[in-house]
């Protein structure tokens, strides 16, 4: 399984973000996609996901163009990203509900998998009887999660996971991409977390200055382990010439 990306562009007001990346992702690659702030890294999940439109590009998913609404590769995706936030009138329970809905699963199906989603994410009780609008960030979080990951999506997208999320969720979250990781599945985690992506990556994407600055195996970015992944990324994206020695301290 493939999801294939060509000549992928996108500019805003005329500065460009993304010049022609090119990239085939496979099932059971765990990408973690990083860069500095302003590199793009959403600009290119937007595009994927067709949030944004892309000035240009093709989309090719299991071997066919995609094209239009892109409905064969959003049928099978899981997003968790801060720019599709889970709508905050309805309780959590009414969001997963609504998205079983928009998933057309039964409900036995819905049942299982909200439930076990959801007992092993929350703690707190009555939590799905809430309001999303009085859930905390974390929570947000959470309920978004178990919201994408309800159908089984073979390709999941998740911007900034981490973020906001407590030591312990954290934990649970790792743990469940972990299992979640399958020959016919794609994940792919945009985050600054980098001890965290370093537990669950397999692939490793850097997007600097509108290209791909590396794009391998997570053991070739470390050096097979000898660095850990933030000094990889130092040395990849911050030139010798302004690391500054601070020898007046
Ligand atoms: N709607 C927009 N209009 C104009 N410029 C935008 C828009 N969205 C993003 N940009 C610009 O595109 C560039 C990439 O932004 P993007 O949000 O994709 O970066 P990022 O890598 O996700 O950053 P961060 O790590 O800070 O979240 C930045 O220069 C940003 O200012």
Redesign the pocket.
Known sequence: MELVIKELRKS??G?T?LDALNLTFRGGDVIGLL??????????L?CLIDL?APDSGEFYFKGEELTGDRLPLKRVLGIVSDVIPPVPEFTGADYLRFMGLIHKLDDATFQKRSTDLTNFFFDEPGVLKKKISQYSTGMIKKISFCAAILHIPSVVIL??PFAGLDPIAVRQLISFLQTYRRADRIILV?S?DLSYLEEIATRILV?DETQIKFDGKLADFTEQGTKVISEALFEILVPKTKQTTFDWL
Not at 35 to 44: E, I, P, Q, R, Y
């Open positions: 805003y007001s500065k973000v860069g500095k702030n302003g590199s793009g890294k959403t600009t290119f937007n944004i911007d900034e945009a600054h997007l």
